[in-house]
C-alpha cells in the first residue's frame, strides 16, 4: 500500500508540474520574430575567428565546436544545399532532433530568433543570424537512390554517404546518425501533404549564423537537396567560419522568443550543474 501512495504521489506530482508548465506555455505571448538578416553579412571580426573552412560541391566536413561559439555557413559561389547533423560532444548519445524542434516550436519555420533542440530537451544551436528564413527540417537529405534517379548517368556524392563517414570518423555508426537540418532548402508542404520546392525563393548567396549552446560534434554535407529542380548535379563550395560569439544579453531573443525555448535553456543549465 505504501509503494501504491508513492507512486500515486509521484503520478500526481508530475501531472502538475505538466499542467503548470501548459498553463504558462499558454500565458507566454511569443515575441515576433524579425525579418531576415541582411545581405551582405556583416564581416566576422578577424580577431574572434577561429577556423575557416571551405566545403567544396559534394564533399563533407566535421568539426567540434564550444558552447558560446557560432558557425557562419556561407554560400560563396552560387546554390548550395548544406545539411547538418549534430552530437553532444560529452555525451554523443543526444543529437539533434529537428522533428522535436519542429513539435516543440509549434513550426516547421526555422529562421533568426529559433532554436534547434536536442532529443533531450536541451537546445543545441539558435539561429543569431540568417538571410533566408527557408530551411528543410523535414525531409532530409540525398541518398544514392535519390540521386540515381534524379542525376541519370551522373557522377554524384549524396548526402547519407557523406554522413556515414562523418559518423565514423567521430568513433560512430550509422544509427548514430539522426534526421539532418538541411540549410539554404525552400521547401514546403502541399495541402496533399507532398513537400515542393518554391522556386519563387532564391537560395543563392545567402548565409546563417549558428550559436554552440552546448559543445558538439558537428557534420556537414554540401550536396544538393532532393527536391532542388536542377537536373544537373553541379554543387558549389560552401564556407564555414568557426568564431567566438558575443556573450547573449539578458534579452536575447532566441533565450526568450517563446516558452519552449525558455524551457529548453532551463534544461541546459540543469545539466550544467
Same mark, same amino acid.
Given at each position: 500500500m505504501t509503494h501504491i501512495a508513492a507512486s500515486t504521489a509521484e503520478l500526481a506530482a508530475r501531472r502538475a508540474h505538466y499542467e503548470d508548465h501548459q498553463r504558462k506555455g499558454l500565458e507566454f505571448a511569443p515575441k515576433a520574430f524579425p525579418p531576415a538578416s541582411a545581405l551582405p553579412a556583416e564581416a566576422i571580426d578577424p580577431d574572434s575567428i577561429i577556423h575557416r573552412e571551405i566545403?567544396?560541391?559534394?564533399? !563533407?566536413?566535421s /568539426?567540434?565546436?564550444?558552447?558560446?561559439? =557560432?558557425?557562419?555557413?556561407?554560400?560563396?559561389?552560387?546554390?548550395s544545399s548544406v545539411a547538418i547533423v549534430a552530437w553532444n560532444a560529452n555525451d554523443t548519445t543526444e543529437r539533434i532532433n529537428l522533428v522535436d524542434t519542429a513539435k516543440v516550436q509549434w513550426s516547421?519555420?526555422? +529562421?533568426?530568433?529559433?532554436? %534547434?533542440? +536536442?532529443?533531450?530537451?536541451?537546445?543545441?544551436? +539558435?539561429? %543569431?543570424e540568417d538571410s533566408l528564413g527557408a530551411h528543410d527540417c523535414l525531409m532530409g537529405g540525398s541518398t544514392a537512390a535519390s540521386n540515381a534517379a534524379k542525376y541519370p548517368n551522373q557522377k554524384t556524392r549524396n548526402t547519407r554517404d557523406n554522413l556515414v563517414l562523418v559518423a565514423g570518423k567521430l568513433g560512430l555508426e550509422r544509427r548514430d546518425i539522426s534526421a539532418v537540418l538541411t540549410l539554404f532548402s525552400p521547401t514546403s508542404l502541399s495541402e496533399a501533404g507532398d513537400f515542393q520546392w518554391r522556386t519563387n525563393l532564391s537560395?543563392?548567396? $545567402? !548565409?546563417?549564423?549558428?550559436? =554552440?549552446?552546448?559543445?558538439?560534434?558537428?557534420?556537414? +554535407?554540401?550536396?544538393? $537537396?532532393?527536391?532542388?529542380?536542377?537536373? %544537373? !548535379? =553541379?554543387?558549389?563550395?560552401? /564556407?564555414?567560419?568557426?568564431?567566438?560569439a558575443s556573450a547573449p544579453k539578458a534579452d536575447d531573443l532566441a533565450h526568450t522568443a517563446t516558452a519552449e525555448a525558455v524551457r529548453g535553456f532551463q534544461n541546459n543549465a540543469l545539466k550544467l550543474k
Amino acid at each position: 500500500m505504501t509503494h501504491i501512495a508513492a507512486s500515486t504521489a509521484e503520478l500526481a506530482a508530475r501531472r502538475a508540474h505538466y499542467e503548470d508548465h501548459q498553463r504558462k506555455g499558454l500565458e507566454f505571448a511569443p515575441k515576433a520574430f524579425p525579418p531576415a538578416s541582411a545581405l551582405p553579412a556583416e564581416a566576422i571580426d578577424p580577431d574572434s575567428i577561429i577556423h575557416r573552412e571551405i566545403i567544396p560541391g559534394g564533399w !563533407y566536413w566535421s /568539426t567540434k565546436v564550444l558552447r558560446g561559439e =557560432a558557425l557562419r555557413v556561407e554560400q560563396g559561389e552560387g546554390n548550395s544545399s548544406v545539411a547538418i547533423v549534430a552530437w553532444n560532444a560529452n555525451d554523443t548519445t543526444e543529437r539533434i532532433n529537428l522533428v522535436d524542434t519542429a513539435k516543440v516550436q509549434w513550426s516547421t519555420i526555422l +529562421s533568426k530568433g529559433r532554436v %534547434i533542440f +536536442s532529443d533531450m530537451g536541451r537546445v543545441m544551436f +539558435s539561429l %543569431i543570424e540568417d538571410s533566408l528564413g527557408a530551411h528543410d527540417c523535414l525531409m532530409g537529405g540525398s541518398t544514392a537512390a535519390s540521386n540515381a534517379a534524379k542525376y541519370p548517368n551522373q557522377k554524384t556524392r549524396n548526402t547519407r554517404d557523406n554522413l556515414v563517414l562523418v559518423a565514423g570518423k567521430l568513433g560512430l555508426e550509422r544509427r548514430d546518425i539522426s534526421a539532418v537540418l538541411t540549410l539554404f532548402s525552400p521547401t514546403s508542404l502541399s495541402e496533399a501533404g507532398d513537400f515542393q520546392w518554391r522556386t519563387n525563393l532564391s537560395n543563392s548567396a $545567402h !548565409y546563417c549564423d549558428l550559436r =554552440a549552446e552546448m559543445d558538439m560534434f558537428v557534420g556537414f +554535407s554540401n550536396c544538393p $537537396h532532393p527536391l532542388d529542380p536542377d537536373p %544537373i !548535379y =553541379a554543387p558549389t563550395p560552401v /564556407t564555414i567560419t568557426r568564431f567566438c560569439a558575443s556573450a547573449p544579453k539578458a534579452d536575447d531573443l532566441a533565450h526568450t522568443a517563446t516558452a519552449e525555448a525558455v524551457r529548453g535553456f532551463q534544461n541546459n543549465a540543469l545539466k550544467l550543474k
